[in-house]
T-cell receptor
Framework: EAEVAQSPRYKITEKSQAVAFWCDPI?????LYWYRQILGQGPELLVQ????????DSQLPKDRFSAERLKGVDSTLKIQPAELGDSAMYLC??????????????FGPGTRLTVL | AQSVTQLGSHVSVSEGALVLLRCNYS??????LFWYVQYPNQGLQLLLK??????LVKGINGFEAEFKKSETSFHLTKPSAHMSDAAEYFC???????????FGKGTMLLVSP
């Protein structure tokens, strides 16, 4: 069964360091999402890609976060420098690009980030 | 803007008892609604979705939810809880023609023997 892959699964870093997360969506899924889930909260969208283009990054803290999907397949989310408040689960999801945004989103297992 | 409210951050039931997790949505037009389940340190798995077809939606693992426009609700139910149902459950809303999901804060379901 096709799945969204993410790595690493767990990351511990010190504040002011740089971290990067990787996501490989389900093959053929043109739409890719990065979410941040703070403990005790629901996921919040950080950035959405359609192929290699950013569709929505309105909630991405652009002073320290960046995301890319250079070839329209896998994607990297980077934080530099990391802050204590960035500790969270970072989830990647992908979907087919269906009309009207009806494509079901499939989630990866997430990367748990702890900033010390 | 759309939003969902999940009543109760924690719900405790006994094994074999009815499960009821509440979700109310706020939207100017009937949206698409979803329930996801999340086990510890894992991603989200879709349980079921409402996309303006039948108002009673059946999902995986014996769960179902009923869309009630008059009450702006989409509560999740299961007739008999199993220990393996213990997890966190998220209600989410998406506008028609929109691909962005907005999640509630989640409800942790605790199942005791």
């Amino acid at each position: 069964e096709a799945e969204v892959a993410q790595s690493p699964r767990y990351k511990i870093t010190e504040k002011s360091q740089a971290v990067a997360f990787w996501c490989d969506p389900i093959s053929g899924h043109a739409t890719l999402y990065w979410y941040r889930q703070i403990l005790g909260q629901g996921p919040e969208l950080l950035v959405q890609f359609q192929d290699e283009s950013v569709v929505d990054d309105s909630q991405l803290p652009k002073d320290r976060f960046s995301a890319e999907r250079l070839k329209g397949v896998d994607s990297t989310l980077k934080i530099q420098p990391a802050e204590l408040g960035d500790s969270a689960m970072y989830l990647c999801a992908s979907s087919l690009a269906e009309p009207g945004g009806r494509g079901e989103q499939f989630f990866g297992p997430g990367t748990r980030l702890t900033v010390l | 803007a759309q939003s969902v409210t999940q009543l109760g951050s924690h719900v405790s039931v006994s094994e074999g008892a009815l499960v009821l997790l509440r979700c109310n949505y706020s939207s100017s037009v009937p949206p698409y609604l979803f329930w996801y389940v999340q086990y510890p340190n894992q991603g989200l798995q879709l349980l079921l979705k409402y996309t303006s077809a039948a108002t009673l939606v059946k999902g995986i693992n014996g769960f179902e939810a009923e869309f009630k426009k008059s009450e702006t609700s989409f509560h999740l139910t299961k007739p008999s809880a199993h220990m393996s149902d213990a997890a966190e459950y998220f209600c989410a809303v998406r506008g028609k023609g929109d691909s962005t999901l907005t999640f509630g804060k989640g409800t942790m379901l605790l199942v005791s023997p």
